[in-house]
């Protein structure tokens, strides 16, 4: 019977064949960002609400529309976090990582929530694994940050992947260059949509990402950064592209990229699947350079990739299929039933999947619902103590030495 309660708007529930998929995920991510030396970290799920209009900025989208924010008791003002960086940069300060060995390596997984309208890809609940390493300006860095989500998303078989790289230069060159991006646009005013007009001034850069026809056009003519790095931008960025060519890893530099958060300097990127529809990107990032200063700390390069988990899992369209259990524990007589839960615990120490049963099946009930889980062999303890261990494959049933069954088991011995 269906409930009257369903899932909010813009989330959703996960079920066990897209779970299995999204563990293999996780744990793909796990290993790939442990093997490179970044430690796993957790923040809360909600923040105060001014650490994201200062740390993402309070022109963006996501700080005028998106959030999720209200009042505690106390009558602070809280935030549901939007995103990942800003809270990891805060903690970082908190915790005086600052004083560590830089730079400081970091990776973390979980929910994450905006207030969009819901779509294919889109959700008001999502989750994000991202990495972040802080305290070095060296484009080493962002190379490798770049690398871990390409070597991710490679293991993982995500197919139609595109990555595109762009770079806005330091705090003060993209600054001079929303100068005249400004006069730009203020020199086409008539021809733009409402929304770009009215935020000329306060982010000119999201005119990039407007689809309206009109301010397209204009954008096709707009001085991009890339075309006016300086000297020590320009070989930054050199330097990132010669570090992903050595490395095998193929990109085009796209002087439109921009992305939705005001902390970007110097590198952004992002990685697309054409196969996603509107919704295309996987997942991005950037150096923020200035992130760390404008929230009070001391000034501190950093740079980190956020990802969409729903979409990397929507990309590859798969469902893992349940995996079958090496073992059941069949109880034939119910006074086995403290004797089959104990050897079911010695059983999982040795790393072998088993399960019992918990619905008091009788043994037929029991052999057959071992079947449908898929269980290679089961374990019937027999009300006199002995056992019978019985290959569900071949139908073979033979008696088990009942001292010694998880070594019957481990051993192979069938
Ligand atoms: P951002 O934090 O905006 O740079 O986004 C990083 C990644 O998170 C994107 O590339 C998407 O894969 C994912 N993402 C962002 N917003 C959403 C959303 N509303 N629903 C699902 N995934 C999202």
């Known amino acids: 019977m269906a409930s009257r309660f369903q899932a909010p708007r813009g989330t959703f529930d996960v079920l066990p064949e897209q779970g299995r998929a999204r563990a293999r995920l996780e744990r793909a991510a796990a290993e790939i960002f442990a093997r490179a030396g ?17 740390g993402v900025g309070k022109s963006t989208d996501i700080v005028r529309k998106e959030m999720f924010t209200f009042e505690d008791k106390g009558e602070r003002s809280l935030t549901l976090r939007p995103e990942g960086t800003a809270p990891i940069c805060r903690a970082y300060l908190e915790h ?6 830089q730079p400081v390596k970091l990776s973390y997984l979980g929910p994450f929530f ?12 999502f989750h994000q694994l991202g990495i972040e390493c802080i305290g070095t300006d060296s484009p080493l860095a962002d190379a490798e940050v770049i690398m871990l989500l390409s070597d991710l998303l490679g293991e993982l078989g995500v197919p139609g992947v595109e990555l595109r790289l762009g770079s806005l230069g330091s705090l003060e060159s993209r600054r001079a260059y929303l100068e005249d991006l400004k006069a730009h646009l203020h020199a086409h005013e008539g021809e ?22 009109g301010t397209r056009a204009v954008m096709e003519s707009a001085p991009t950064i890339v075309g006016q790095l300086d000297g020590e931008d320009a070989e930054h960025f050199a ?24 902390y970007y300097t110097r590198t952004i990127f992002s990685f697309v699947c054409d196969a996603l529809g509107a919704q295309s990107e996987i997942g991005g990032g950037g150096r923020y350079d200035g992130l760390i200063e404008q929230l009070g ?11 969409g988990i729903e979409r990397i899992l929507l990309a590859l369209d798969e469902e893992a299929p349940a995996a079958g259990r090496d073992a059941f524990v069949a109880i034939a007589d119910p006074g086995q039933r403290g004797r089959a839960m104990a050897l079911a615990v010695e059983l999982r120490h040795a790393g072998i999947s088993v399960e019992v049963d918990l619905a008091g099946r009788g043994l037929k009930g029991q052999l057959k619902h071992a079947n449908r889980i898929g269980a290679a062999r089961v374990l019937i303890l027999e009300a006199d103590g002995s ?27 069938s």
């Open 297 to 307: 700390g001391p000034a501190t390069p950093a740079v980190g990739f956020a990802a």
């Open 114 to 125: 905006r207030h969009e309208r819901p779509q294919a890809g889109r959700y008001r609940q």
């Open 96 to 101: 005086g990582m600052h004083k560590l060995a």
């Open 38 to 54: 970044y430690e796993p970290v957790a923040t809360p799920a909600f923040e105060d609400t001014a650490l994201f209009e200062r």
């Open 239 to 262: 330097e990132v592209r010669a570090l992903l060519d050595a490395a095998g890893i193929a990109y085009a530099v796209d002087p439109t990229l921009v992305r939705g958060l005001d």
């Open 192 to 213: 733009l949509s409402r929304d770009v007009r009215e935020r000329i001034d306060v982010n000119p850069l999201r005119a990039f990402d407007s689809d309206d026809e």
């Open 387 to 413: 056992a019978q261990l019985r290959d569900m494959e071949t139908g073979e049933q033979r008696a088990a030495d009942p001292g010694n069954l998880v070594d019957e088991m481990t051993g192979g011995g």
